[in-house]
């Protein structure tokens, strides 16, 4: 079992939906990332919180808005999605945003958009 | 110069052979180096990780070799065990960035 919890595991909306994904540490980490994973591919950054601000936007599109209300939570809200969004989306965490930290995947939501 | 180039992009190794697994990168500022493996369905486990203060690592089964010169790492699976079947990636970050740049990916496949 990892220490990084997502949920929802899977989620399927249609493109006017708006939906929440919630991911969950315990670690006691200061930095969170969200990733995109399509298939057979490797996770794609997204964005990066360090002591809940953001620091990274990977020129995502607005339609993907992160929240981190708290130190052991992040959030990535959805709103009018497009087919290519489909993927698997992951949530990491890291000690700090130091040298060396390892990162700490959690399993994922798989999206799929209608 | 931000690439990470990961191949092959399948193996396929006999219970008990030694998998490799090859990646090379041109950005000499990269000092951090972790291997993660992912199964179906997961997301990506830390594997093992090495800097490019040391040659070598090892834990258990894996081993990671790294030629600072040749700008190459690369992951040694020793006795391959079925349960081994996944995929790897191998990953790059520099100065404490919290960027990771990761290799495309090879898809490891273990006969009983």
């Known amino acids: 079992d990892t220490e990084v919890t997502q949920t929802p595991k899977h989620l399927v909306m249609g493109m006017t939906n708006k939906k929440s994904l919630k991911c969950e540490q315990h670690m006691g980490h200061r930095a969170m990332y969200w990733y995109k994973q399509k298939a057979k591919k490797p996770p794609e950054l997204m964005f990066v919180?360090?002591?809940?601000?953001?620091?990274i936007n990977e020129s995502v599109p607005s339609r993907f808005s992160p929240e981190c209300p708290n130190s052991s939570l992040l959030n990535l809200h959805l709103h009018a999605l497009q087919p290519e969004d489909s993927a698997l989306y992951l949530c990491?965490?890291?000690?700090?945003?130091?040298?060396?930290?390892?990162?700490?995947f959690g399993d994922g939501t798989r999206l799929s958009i209608l | 110069q931000q690439q990470v180039k990961q191949s092959p992009q399948s193996l396929i190794v006999q219970k008990g052979g030694i998998s490799i697994i090859n990646c090379a990168y041109e950005?000499?500022?990269?000092?951090?180096f972790p291997w993660y493996q992912q199964f179906p369905g997961k997301g990506p486990a830390l594997l093992i990780a090495i800097r490019p203060d040391v040659s070598e690592k090892k834990e258990g089964r894996f081993t990671i070799s790294f030629n600072k010169s040749a700008k190459q790492f690369s992951l040694h699976i020793m006795d391959s065990q079925p349960g081994d079947s996944a995929t790897y990636f191998c990953?790059?970050?520099?100065?404490?960035?919290?960027?990771?740049?990761f290799g495309q990916g090879t898809r490891l496949t273990i006969n009983p």
């Open positions: 950005n000499t500022a990269f000092d951090y």
């Open positions: 919180y360090s002591y809940e601000k953001l620091s």
């Open positions: 990491a965490s890291s000690q700090q945003t130091g040298l060396y930290q390892p990162q700490h």
């Open positions: 990953a790059a970050s520099w100065g404490g960035a919290q960027k990771l740049v």
